[in-house]
């Protein structure tokens, strides 16, 4: 019977697909104060799931995951912009997570970055989502998300 190829070094406990053990700088964006304060914040904003697909007929479904319309590994600079993030369901977001792994992109489904999103984003700040956030550092004063 086949089995499957391991995934970590029994003598290490190291991955075997990243064997010195390092964090990829999506996952330190993720573990950051800054971001989880604003996954809430999206998440609390807009409640319900924004599927690119519309799928939810019988109802709509809870946002519980927030999705970076711009990759992580591609555009970190991205990671704490409003309008790069939507909140999904926990279904369209494994849906949309498996399209990028298998290489294909998302982001044409929310229209262009900077449009559709971005449109309501700044509706839900009350004007320029730009000028109501600030880029950048790594501590959590170095942006601030308004809701009202």
Known sequence: MPTKPPTHNP???ASVHN???EVS???QIRNKNLWKRMSRWLRTAFPLCQS????????ANAAES??????L?????????AFNTVPVCNQCHRRLEDM?????ATAYLFGSVGTKWKETVERALGGDANEKQQHGG?????????SR
């Open 25 to 27: 700088e999506a996952k």
């Open 19 to 21: 064997p010195r053990g």
């Open 66 to 71: 927030v999705h970076h319309i711009k990759p």
């Open 138 to 146: 790594d501590d959590d004063e170095s942006m601030e998300v308004q």
């Open 11 to 13: 003598d290490t406990g």
């Open 73 to 81: 590994a591609t555009r970190p600079d991205l990671a704490h912009t």
């Open 52 to 59: 690119p697909w519309k799928c939810h007929h019988t109802g």
């Open 100 to 104: 990028e792994r298998h290489g294909h």
